[in-house]
């Protein structure tokens, strides 16, 4: 098991890392709000992995915080993008 979640962790590490790449260098804002929500939901998949990791049920209420903040901040930037204010 222990073996299994760090592959998942170093996989998701690199996932966070190609997102952070599009977040960067992304074409438009569209292409960088969906970057940072990609972002969003896999840090709340990698507080989840260190809450199995280290058998920390903390952990998983950082990842239901971090998951309802992430899905509001995305809403709010897609109504900003709808309002043509950019």
Not at 46 to 72: E, K, P, Q
């Amino acid at each position: 098991m222990t073996m299994f979640v760090n592959i998942m962790i170093g996989l998701l590490a690199l996932a966070i890392a190609l997102a952070a790449i599009r977040l960067v260098r992304g074409p438009g804002l569209a292409n960088r709000v969906v970057a940072l929500d990609v972002i969003a939901v896999l840090g709340a998949a990698l507080t989840a992995l260190f809450a199995i990791h280290f058998d920390l049920r903390v952990f998983l209420d950082v990842t239901i915080v971090l998951a309802l903040v992430s899905f509001v901040g995305t809403v709010a930037f897609s109504y900003y993008i709808q309002r043509g204010a950019h």
